[in-house]
């Protein structure tokens, strides 16, 4: 049968794929709690991530918050429930779009990065230069970055939560005549720790989904120029798609609960 | 065709048995044999494209062979976990071909690198050797705060000396050492290899397409060809041989065995 080997093909593909992931991811978590650590490079990188990152989740979350409360007004007016526009802010800023967008935005500034440092090194023999020297660079490039994406992706969106839910506020207060100390008022009350901490937790996966991506695609980029310029699409691509799908693994994981 | 890999009565450092290996349906390497005595310098010629830089990654370990041993005072290294793998570099030193400096490190930073790191050496210290082998491969204290991007080509190939001797380390291994380098340049860095063979007691092996710097370095030589190592001996039988490969090799004929296909793509 003509259509099954490629079929055929394409499923072995895939799973020699997923395999070289689980033995990189693997390989990459086990560098994290072995000594020596570099607490110099995990900070390095901690800026990297999360400090040069600001700007660009702010400026998202903002924007997001205005448009949430703009949006959520139209829908609500029709059947005069405008007074839960706060509710619907800190509710899908915290659970959902706090978490998501900082974690897309992240993918296609810190994970392209990532991938394009560690690609360029590889395909230039830095990373065979790290071994010849008897430092591993799981140890030495990757451990420290995914340590710090998840460390700081979760301090990242709770700053994005406070903005974006800021940015409702000022929509909601200065264009639609809400009350401001009611808002903050009904906004605080409604708030339940469960949704500050599953988006929190979303964060810290989506830290570790973007690093190992960026990480594994440059770890394994081949031939020159072109090929690092692969890799950066390829981690930015992959680490978008497992974002989503994790999103909706972990959200379903709390909805149990 | 001689083989005279037997030398007795000298400890083998490296010894390599049946090292094959390919990329996709190319095979680079074909059931190669050669031994590495403790203390000597090795030289190893051939062709472009030969295979050279991958026999040094495969006894680095960097590449894994699709068959055969490489063994380390008698340790054989494939396949060996990372962690031992480790162990047996600490005592390595390697010059790359194209030096492989950290671009984001300073050069005294790359100099001192493996002290740090891999040797535990403290940071003054590390970058007071540093600075030493910087001064012996030319250059002086103003480089060691520069990055590699504001160097030449032949100042980079220099500090990756200076890197890969900076541990004194057991084997040291060089690709190509005086590719890029001025003729007097050539001549210091050859110098500085005798002496860090020699003085320190190393074991040399270089890869080189320089037969000038081939005579002047080396203990012995050997000749890559085809997968295989076609002919090793003395350096002064070199010239005497009556091998045809390295007849033509060494005398850059174009007639000869050794057929060199230019303009093909393939
Ligand atoms: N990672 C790799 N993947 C695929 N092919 C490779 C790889 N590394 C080397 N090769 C191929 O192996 C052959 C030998 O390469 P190698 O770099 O060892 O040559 P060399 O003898 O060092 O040549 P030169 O003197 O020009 O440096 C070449 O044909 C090269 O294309
Ligand atoms: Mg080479």
Redesign the interface.
Known sequence: MPILQPLGNLTLRFLEIVGRLSIFAGTAISHCFRPPFYPKLILKQMIEVGYYSLPVVGLTAIFTGMVLALQSYTGFARFSAESAIPNVVIVSITRELGPVLAGLMVAGRVGAAMAAEIGTMRVTEQIDALYTLATNPFKYLIAPRVIAGVLTLPLLVLVADTIGVFGGYLVSVHKLGFNPATYIKNTIDFMENLDVISGLVKAAAFGFIITLMGCYHGFHSRGGAQGVGAATTNAVVSASILILTFNYIITELFFSI | MSNKTDIPGKDIRIKIRGLTKAFGPKVILNNLDLDVYAGESLVVIGGSGTGKSVLL?CI???LRPDAGTVEINGQNIVGLN?DD???V??K???L?Q?A?????LTILDNVA??LI??HGVPKKEAHRIALEKLSAVGLGERFAAKFPAELSSGMKKRVGLA?AIATTPETLFFDEPTTGLDPVMGDVIDQLIVKSVKELGATGLTITHDMDSAKRISDRIAMLYDGKITWVGPTDELEKTDNPYVHQFINGLLDGPIKVSLAHND
């Open positions: 990654k680095l370990g960097l990372s793998m480790e162990k570099r600490r390595f030193g390697m790359f194209y492989a400096l950290f671009d984001s690198f493996g790191q891999a890197r």
